[in-house]
């Protein structure tokens, strides 16, 4: 397939190399637009109050690489319209450096949201994460991205499997059907991981910043929120939890349903 490939932790992600060469060499025709700097928790949003700027970039993937000033949303809105020589067959985001699970946080994902952008232009879309500890991600974030011996297999494994999940999952998705396929690796991840159907936990998150400062400042903190999930509900939350891997259909269209 062509594809479009694009995350929302920047275009020097270890994560997102390890995505564009498992897809190249699963034989994907690809072209790479992603965000300049790291855009997470951007969500779906758009950049609206300045110019954003596009550039031809060398990452050593041997594909079309382009960058973008930008949130993940802008860099598929942009390829799409301006940047791509021709029409792709689906858009690929991630792989995300932690999880994108619960319906608390699947909606603040510019993972999942590059995946939607994709959708939106009638595009079948698919968006992987990998999960890893608080303290790991913490390091990844602190330390340049760069993951220690145990976290680079796991996450080639995941690679492979995300190879293998958009050849399978993407040719079967209809056009313009507003599907986001939305997929979660667990840590660790090896070669028989196998793949269960789940639902977005249902998931409250209050409290994601800490009370104000001297100067009225409020900084973003963790929390994961509380989960109010029926009980007999495969989440991918507890799939990932077991050891699974997670895969979820966010079909946009059921937004409205009765």
């Known amino acids: 397939m062509k594809l479009l490939v694009t995350n929302d932790d920047g275009i020097k992600s270890v994560f997102f190399h390890e995505l564009v060469f498992a897809l190249k060499a699963a034989g994907h025709e690809l072209y790479v637009v992603a965000p300049l700097l790291e855009q997470s928790w951007t969500g779906a949003s758009k950049t609206r109050h300045r110019l954003v700027r596009s550039a031809s970039a060398d990452h050593g993937f041997g594909c079309p690489t382009w960058t973008v000033d930008g949130t993940p949303s802008d860099c598929v809105n942009i390829a799409i319209a301006h940047l791509l020589p021709t029409k792709v067959d689906g858009v690929v985001s991630g792989i995300n450096v932690g999880f994108n699970c619960t319906l608390g946080f699947i909606l603040a994902s510019g993972t999942v949201s590059a995946a939607l952008e994709g959708v939106l232009h009638g595009v079948p879309a698919i968006a992987f994460s990998q999960d890893v500890s608080v303290k790991v991600y913490n390091e990844l974030k602190d330390h340049g991205g760069q993951p220690g011996a145990e976290l680079l297999a796991s996450l080639k494994h995941s690679a492979t499997h995300a190879a293998r999940l958009t050849g399978a999952l993407l040719p079967r998705t209809?056009?313009?059907?507003?599907?986001?396929?939305?997929?979660?690796?667990?840590?660790?991840?090896?070669?028989?991981?196998?793949?269960?159907?789940?639902?977005?936990?249902?998931?409250?998150?209050?409290?994601?910043?800490?009370?104000?400062?001297?100067?009225?400042?409020?900084?973003?903190?963790?929390?994961?929120?509380?989960?109010?999930?029926?009980?007999?509900?495969?989440?991918?939350?507890?799939c990932i939890a077991s050891g699974c891997i997670s895969h979820s259909i966010l079909d946009y269209r059921r937004l409205g349903h009765a």
């Open 174 to 238: 209809p056009p313009h059907s507003f599907t986001v396929h939305n997929v979660n690796f667990p840590f660790p991840c090896r070669p028989e991981t196998t793949v269960q159907r789940t639902e977005p936990a249902h998931f409250c998150v209050p409290g994601l910043f800490t009370p104000p400062d001297a100067d009225g400042g409020h900084k973003l903190i963790w929390t994961q929120g509380q989960d109010v999930s029926p009980p007999d509900l495969l989440t991918d939350l507890k």
